[in-house]
């Protein structure tokens, strides 16, 4: 079955990054667009951009532009997502979501990470 | 705040039947952009609930629905049960933002 597993929490402090990974499995990795979604405490979704794995390609969300980095690894079927100059803001449970069958970009999330939660804290 | 607005919370009987309203504009769901629909429990990831606005996945019991009229969707579950007791979220796109995914702020359902 399609399922993705994420790396575990993680406890930065504020101006560090700090890098999480999502491994895929039970499909073609290269079929479908990968996602980023995080939830910050007692707030909702926020998506945060996507990316390719076929090509590597990614599309940002406005307002993570110039802080946050996607990336893939094809040899392993993990994506990552690295976030930079972490803000106490950034404390949130981060998650991947595949974007269904097929490279359709409004596809919806049909499978979740379990999440990753990051602390920024000094 | 998000582009799409959904009420805060929402609560109904066990066996009653509520709506969850989904209510953004012309330039996501008024221009034609299907809306999907997640339940989410504490602790867990999200679950796909409806997608492409009315389409239930396999094993999401037919009491949840979903629809769509211009600027705004809705989800209904009737026959509520205990174990729905969870967030809900729609999800849509925009064409005018800057990242053209964009979700509610979503809806704390409780069964009283």
């Known amino acids: 079955q399609v399922q993705l597993v994420q790396s575990g929490a993680e406890l930065k402090k504020p101006g560090a990054s700090v890098k999480v990974s999502c491994k895929a499995s039970?499909?073609?990795?290269?079929?479908?667009?990968l996602h980023w979604v995080r939830q910050a405490p007692g707030q909702g979704l926020k998506w945060m951009g996507l990316?390719?794995?076929?090509?590597?390609?990614?599309i940002y969300a406005q307002k993570f532009q110039g802080r946050v980095s996607m990336t893939r690894d094809t040899s392993t079927n993990t994506v990552y997502l690295e976030l930079s100059s972490l803000r106490s803001d950034d404390t949130a449970i981060y998650y991947c979501?595949?974007?269904?069958?097929?490279?359709?970009?409004?596809?919806?999330?049909?499978?979740w990470g379990q999440g990753t939660p990051v602390t920024v804290s000094s | 705040q998000s582009v799409l607005t959904q009420p805060p919370s929402v609560s109904g009987a066990p066996g009653q039947r509520v709506t969850i309203s989904c209510t953004g504009s012309?330039?996501?769901?008024?221009?034609?952009?299907?809306v999907h629909w997640y339940q989410h429990l504490p602790g867990t990831a999200p679950k796909l609930l409806i997608y492409?606005?009315?389409n239930r996945p396999s094993g999401v019991p037919d009491r949840f629905s979903g629809s769509k009229s211009g600027t705004s969707a809705s989800l209904a579950i009737s026959g509520l049960q205990a174990e729905d007791e969870a967030d809900y979220y729609c999800?849509?796109?925009?064409?005018?933002?800057?990242?053209?995914?964009?979700f509610g702020g979503g809806t704390k359902l409780t069964v009283l």
């Open positions: 979501a595949r974007g269904g069958s097929g490279m359709i970009l409004v596809n919806p999330f049909d499978t």
């Open positions: 492409l606005t009315s």
């Open positions: 990316i390719n794995p076929n090509y590597g390609t990614t």
């Open positions: 039970g499909y073609t990795f290269t079929s479908s667009y």
């Open positions: 999800h849509s796109y925009d064409r005018n933002l800057g990242g053209f995914v964009i």
């Open positions: 012309s330039s996501n769901i008024g221009a034609g952009y299907d």
